[in-house]
């Protein structure tokens, strides 16, 4: 079994897919955590690292570690991440050559 990024998700890829995709497809959870982003993410008992990037917005973070694309793309929506910040932070994972594809 695989993800986009690794050969077997990862125990962080899972935890990070679970709550952005409860957050982003109830919509209590949402009001929930745009309350109180500390006391809604605390549900999940997660790591603070991970807490951090999702409660930061940090999409290369979230990209990086493994996070399901779309709910990614959910979750910059949902939190209103303007779409040329998010993209910027995908961009400058960008290693040289990748960009062959956008041409």
């Known amino acids: ?3 986009w990024r690794h050969m077997m998700p990862t125990t962080e890829a899972y935890l990070l897919d679970k709550v952005l995709y409860r ?7 949402l009001a929930a955590y745009n309350a109180d982003k500390d006391a809604y993410l605390a549900r999940y008992a997660l790591p603070p690292r991970l807490a951090a ?5 940090d999409v290369a973070g979230l990209y990086e570690a493994g996070v399901n694309p779309y709910l990614l793309r959910a979750h910059c929506i949902g939190v209103r991440i303007p779409e040329d910040v998010s993209l910027a932070a995908l961009r400058s994972l960008m290693k040289e050559g990748d960009d062959k594809w956008l041409k």
Request: hydrophobic letters at 35%; a negative charge; charged letters at 15%.
């Open 1 to 3: 079994m695989s993800n």
């Open 23 to 29: 957050l982003h497809h109830n919509a209590e959870d």
């Open 53 to 57: 990037m999702i409660g930061g917005n």
